[in-house]
């Protein structure tokens, strides 16, 4: 009786917790509130910039900030016109640029990006790197984060704890934030997210990068090229689709997100 009274108890606390990506329309869990989310990121945020090597060169940072602000701009317009305004609200936009030579790029909930001078050096134009950055900031307005870290609180408190974990603990939130950023792992910043969080990624940022007047045809190109990398497997595509399939969903994704680039591009 009582694992059947857990059992109810865990479906109740899940049908609570339920949340729903958007544009997609796709259902989550998230157990964890966005303010918990953004004060813990942020911790594993300040606690990595200290300590990276920040990139100061002009061009650089000219062209993150540049194209950063843009589809920061477009994101929130996008979500202020879908009632969606108070889901980006606490977002305090940053860019950074690192001197890393990992083909690499992140966007910590709460808007907090970072480019690698990796990725700066693959890419051709503000369109290739619209592609990166749309779908980064994607992962963030998609809470794929706070999915990973409602996983990882769970596992670390089990399923006759999940009401506890639901209230949120402190510790426990910050402990599965640092699981989910890997900060000092083999991984880098931020562990690699699951096939479907990229493919939905890809799908948002191709809307988020024509909303803010930059070419989604772009990304065809640029994964192109990321594949061209061969055994040199970028970070950024460590656990993402095969290439050949995402080029494919990117193709399928297209028509759409052509729909939202402004009549004068």
């Not at 540049?66 to 477009?74: C, E, K, L, M, Q």
Request: aromatic share 8%; with cysteine; net charge neutral.
């Amino acid at each position: 009786m009582e694992k059947v009274g857990l059992y109810v108890v865990g479906i109740l606390l899940f049908l609570t917790a339920c949340g729903s990506v958007p544009l997609t329309g796709r259902r989550q869990v998230l157990l964890v509130s966005d303010q918990e989310v953004l004060s813990a990121s942020l911790t594993q945020y300040n606690d990595y910039i200290k300590t990276a090597n920040v990139s100061h060169n002009s061009a650089a940072v000219d062209q993150v900030t540049r194209v950063g602000r843009r589809i920061a701009a477009a994101t929130e317009a996008y979500m202020k016109a879908n009632g969606l305004g108070d889901e980006v609200k606490n977002f305090s936009w940053e860019f950074n640029v690192v001197n890393d030579p990992q083909i690499n790029a992140f966007c910590m909930p709460g808007g907090k990006i970072v480019v690698y001078t990796g990725l700066l050096n693959l890419v051709s134009s503000d369109d290739e790197l619209a592609v990166v950055m749309g779908h980064e900031v994607a992962h963030a307005v998609a809470k794929h984060a706070n999915e990973r870290m409602s996983q990882q609180v769970l596992s670390q408190v089990g399923g006759s704890l999940l009401g506890a974990a639901v209230s949120g603990s402190s510790a426990a939130v910050q402990v599965a934030a640092s699981a989910v950023y890997g900060l000092g792992s083999q991984y880098g910043v931020m562990l690699p997210y699951s096939r479907k969080h990229e493919l939905e990624a890809d799908h948002l940022g191709l809307i988020f990068m024509a909303m803010a007047g930059y070419n989604p045809d772009a990304a065809v190109t640029f994964w192109q090229k990321m594949s061209a990398q061969g055994s040199k497997t970028p970070e950024l595509m460590s656990t993402h689709p095969s290439d050949a399939n995402r080029i494919k969903e990117i193709q399928r994704y297209l028509p759409e997100a052509r729909q939202y680039m402004p009549a004068n591009r």
